[in-house]
């Protein structure tokens, strides 16, 4: 059974470009969280996803950030217009309601 | 709201040794609590969790932890220290209900040095 894949590994952004963070859960797992790991911090959660809903996004800045679970195809987490403070490791995690299981991140680079 | 602390964050043993990373939570209502394990560059690993039954919780790689409710606690040990126990420890507590209550709250995670 695979585990929580996630891609690109490592991303590099020019300030001002789009950034695509792709999530697919492990299998049977519908629910997806999405954190952030800034250099030398721990992880902050961002958003809580089910199929085609957003449950909480309590942790997402307001602007430049969206996040999507769609009916078919993996989780996506978008940044646009990226700037040098988005630089940072992105990790998703899925639950089949106990326990979250991490994917190994993509550290997103802005330069 | 929920919080979680942990004291110390670069705890270093000897190969052989104990291995103590305390972690102390704080929550208005009964919590999960999680301890992951993340080697460089990696993801998190799930190392154990308390989910309301047995206070005492084994885990992989030969740790365990004990939830005390009196104290607020939860903390990580393991009684004899490998070298490929050095990594990056975190501790984290979710509510016990699905839904927003779910989302994790993580430590800022204790660094494990472990020396011949």
């Known amino acids: 059974n695979a585990g929580v894949m996630q891609n690109p590994r490592h991303l590099v952004r020019r300030r001002g470009q789009e950034a695509r963070l792709r999530c697919s859960p492990m299998?049977?797992?519908?629910?997806v969280y999405w954190y952030r790991q800034l250099p030398e911090e721990g992880l902050k959660f961002m958003v809580y996803?089910?199929?085609?809903?957003?449950?909480?996004e309590s942790g997402m800045p307001k602007e430049r950030f969206s996040a999507e679970f769609p009916k078919e195809g993996p989780s996506i987490l978008r940044i646009q217009q990226v700037v040098r403070g988005d630089s940072a490791a992105y990790f998703c995690?899925?639950?089949?309601?106990?326990?979250?299981?991490f994917g190994p991140g993509t550290r997103l680079t802005v330069t | 709201a929920q919080s979680v602390t942990q004291l110390g964050s670069h705890v270093s043993v000897s190969e052989g040794a104990l291995v103590l990373l305390r972690c102390n939570y704080s929550?208005?209502?009964?919590?999960?609590l999680f301890w992951y394990v993340q080697y460089p560059n990696q993801g998190l690993q799930l190392l154990l969790k308390?989910?309301?039954?047995?206070?005492l919780v084994k885990g992989i790689n030969g740790f365990e932890a004990e939830f005390k409710k009196s104290e607020t606690s939860f903390h990580l040990t393991k009684p004899s220290a490998h070298m490929s126990d050095a990594a990056e420890y975190f501790c984290?507590?979710?509510?016990?209900?699905?839904?927003?209550?779910?989302?994790?709250?993580f430590g800022t995670g204790t660094r494990l040095q472990v020396t011949l």
């Open positions: 995690a899925s639950s089949s309601g106990s326990g979250q299981y």
């Open positions: 299998k049977g797992h519908s629910h």
């Open positions: 996803l089910q199929k085609e809903n957003i449950i909480d």
């Open positions: 929550s208005s209502v009964p919590p999960y």
């Open positions: 308390y989910t309301s039954a047995a206070t």
């Open positions: 984290a507590v979710s509510g016990t209900t699905t839904g927003t209550a779910s989302k994790l709250t």
